[in-house]
């Protein structure tokens, strides 16, 4: 009896366990690919949403990195507030004091002595059947020593008003062009689109990349505005010596070199500004500087985008580098 209930049990027990088997074998066959398929999808849209953002993120904050740079700054400033100042003190006071207390002197000095040198070729000359051809000489020496006494006394004041001269044409272009903070850049997202993680990592790193590049740009382009502003101080500071060797024949060409380079370093800062101010012209054009990439929501287009955004900031570095020798070379050499 015992032995016969066991065996229907037995087989009672199995046939569920059968039957149960069966129906969970036909549901999952039943669609095994999608689920699968719709965690797979939402996953790479996920990550590529994330590096889609994270590149978005980066390139705006280049973006806003770049418009800070500007004539907004040492570019706009007056000669007597050019790099601030500490205090009561600024660089302006320090650098007039130098002038005023040691540089003057010397200048004075060496026109003396080239007046002195002067003197004396004249009384070499002169005899006594040629008494008036030596006074007039005498004459023109007593002017020409008061025209570069006055020169090199009011040296400092001239080499200020040459750099307000230049500031005026900074004044003029950055009111003319602005200084790029309006102008609307394209992100590099929007030719993008695609969902391909290896292209979006790829993006991520020239990103990461470029983002290095833009923060040195930011560095060179405070760097070359403030030693121009130092050189310029200096400079002006030092401009009774070049004065007084302009009035000597010999010496005159060194004076002349001098005010050309003052020039120059002037001028550099109306290069820096073109440079600052077209730059963000330049990068939004860089999309219609994409030969060769047909669809413009393309990965290839993306990555082409990016790469000429690298490029064009390691060109800027290089040109405010060279910024300095171009506007010498506007002026001669």
């Known amino acids: 009896m015992s032995t016969n209930f066991r065996k229907a049990l037995a087989e009672e027990g199995f046939a569920i366990a059968f039957s149960t088997t069966?129906?969970?074998c036909a549901l999952l066959?039943?669609?095994p690919a999608p689920a699968?398929?719709?965690?797979?999808s939402d996953i790479n849209a996920w990550l590529c949403g994330i590096l889609r953002d994270t590149?978005?993120?980066?390139?705006?904050?280049?973006?806003?990195?770049?418009r800070s740079i500007g004539a907004d700054g040492v570019l706009s400033a007056g000669f007597e507030q050019m790099l601030g100042s500490a205090g009561t003190v600024t660089m302006y006071d320090l650098v007039r004091g130098a002038w005023r207390a040691a540089i003057l002197p010397i200048g004075c000095g060496m026109l003396s002595f080239v007046f002195t040198v002067q003197l004396i070729k004249v009384s070499q000359k002169m005899d006594g059947n040629a008494s008036m051809p030596g006074v007039k000489e005498v004459v023109f020496m007593l002017v020409f020593f008061a025209v570069f006494l006055f020169l090199i006394q009011n040296s400092f004041d001239l080499m200020q008003?040459?750099?307000?001269?230049?500031?005026?044409?900074?004044?003029?272009?950055?009111?003319?062009?602005?200084?790029?903070?309006?102008?609307d850049l394209a992100e590099v997202?929007?030719?993008t689109t695609d969902d391909d993680v290896a292209a979006l990592l790829a993006m991520l790193v020239v990103a990461l990349a470029s983002w290095l590049v833009v923060i040195v740009a930011y560095v060179v382009a405070l760097v070359v505005s403030w030693a121009r502003a130092i050189q310029i101080y200096v400079m002006a500071a030092f401009s009774p010596i070049p004065f007084a060797l302009m009035s000597l024949d010999e010496t005159r060409q060194m004076g002349v070199g001098y005010l050309k380079n003052f020039a120059a370093v002037c001028l550099a800062g109306v290069v820096i500004l073109v440079l600052l101010v077209s730059f963000p012209i330049v990068l939004g054009g860089l999309d219609a500087a994409s030969a060769g990439v047909p669809v413009v929501d393309s990965i290839v287009g993306g990555l082409s985008y990016a790469l000429q955004y690298l490029a064009m900031c390691v060109l800027l570095i290089l040109s405010l580098v060279k910024s300095g020798s171009w506007a010498r070379d506007v002026m001669g050499g």
């Open 36 to 40: 699968f398929a719709d965690i797979a």
């Open 29 to 31: 066959f039943a669609a």
């Open 55 to 66: 590149c978005n993120w980066i390139f705006a904050g280049q973006t806003d990195m770049l």
């Open 22 to 24: 069966v129906l969970l």
């Open 161 to 183: 008003a040459v750099y307000e001269v230049v500031k005026l044409a900074i004044d003029r272009v950055a009111g003319l062009l602005g200084n790029g903070a309006a102008i």
């Open 189 to 191: 997202s929007i030719t």
